[in-house]
């Protein structure tokens, strides 16, 4: 089962900062966040993923507060091809090894 | 970034025939595939994870005799549905976790449309 929650949809001004919220209260210590964006009928893209620390990429930043319990997702300057399904997932580690598990994602629109 | 394919990307087929999906990492080697269903305006559904060389493990609620997943190689896994019927029409979409990769992620492939009439 999925261990996440997100908003079901957000709206984001095309040239400006989209902020996508994630809640995982109940993340153990060891399982990491990651993000997956879709876009329709296309397989899930890797966006990033972290522990603890907030981390940075060429796509986007994650922003993870101290007690782990939710997570950010910053695209920096949002361009119409962000328009996802955008997937805040949490690895959970299992008898056969890693799996993840989706919620039911933030349909982003960036509005031009 | 890594690539994971898909064939066929779509199939339609009638109902009671079996068909076969191939899943391949194409520039690594995958110790562990997964493979998802989803269904229009929802979410990925977690079916199955294979680990290669070794019986897949079937999340509860997916009947392990229908859909056969073989995971024969380290860049290969197959997910047969036999017997299919309307109601597994879906959109059915395969990951491949990386060995040796600079990201420790799951990657994606393309995703294959099957329609059962």
């Known amino acids: 089962d999925a261990k996440t929650t997100q908003p079901p949809s957000m709206d984001c001004a095309e040239g400006r900062a989209a902020n996508l919220p994630c809640n995982h209260s109940?993340?153990?210590?060891?399982?990491?966040v990651y993000w997956y964006r879709q876009i329709h009928s296309q397989g899930p893209q890797y966006i990033i993923h972290?522990?603890?620390n907030n981390e940075t990429n060429e796509m986007a930043s994650l922003i993870i507060t101290e007690d782990r319990k939710s997570s950010t997702l910053i695209l920096p300057h949002a361009t119409l091809r962000d328009t996802a399904v955008y997937y805040c997932?949490?690895?959970?580690?299992?008898?056969?090894?890693?799996?993840?598990?989706f919620g039911t994602g933030t349909s982003l629109t960036v509005i031009p | 970034g890594a690539v994971v394919s898909q064939h066929p990307s779509r199939v339609i087929c009638k109902s009671g025939t079996s068909v076969k999906i191939e899943c391949r990492s194409l520039?690594?080697?995958?110790?562990?595939m997964f493979w998802y269903r989803q269904f229009p305006k929802q979410s990925l559904m977690l079916m199955a994870t294979?680990?290669?060389?070794?019986?897949?493990?079937?999340e509860q609620g997916v009947e392990k005799d229908k859909f056969l997943i073989n995971h024969a190689s380290l860049t290969l896994s197959t997910l047969t549905v036999t017997s299919a019927h309307p109601e597994d029409s879906s959109f059915y979409i395969c990951?491949?976790?990386?060995?040796?990769?600079?990201?420790?992620?799951?990657?994606f492939g393309p995703g294959t449309r099957l329609t059962v009439l």
């Open positions: 990951s491949a976790w990386g060995q040796g990769r600079a990201t420790d992620t799951q990657y």
């Open positions: 109940t993340i153990s210590g060891n399982e990491y």
């Open positions: 972290g522990l603890k």
């Open positions: 997932i949490v690895r959970v580690v299992g008898s056969t090894g890693n799996q993840f598990y």
């Open positions: 520039d690594f080697q995958a110790t562990t």
């Open positions: 294979s680990n290669e060389g070794s019986k897949a493990t079937y």
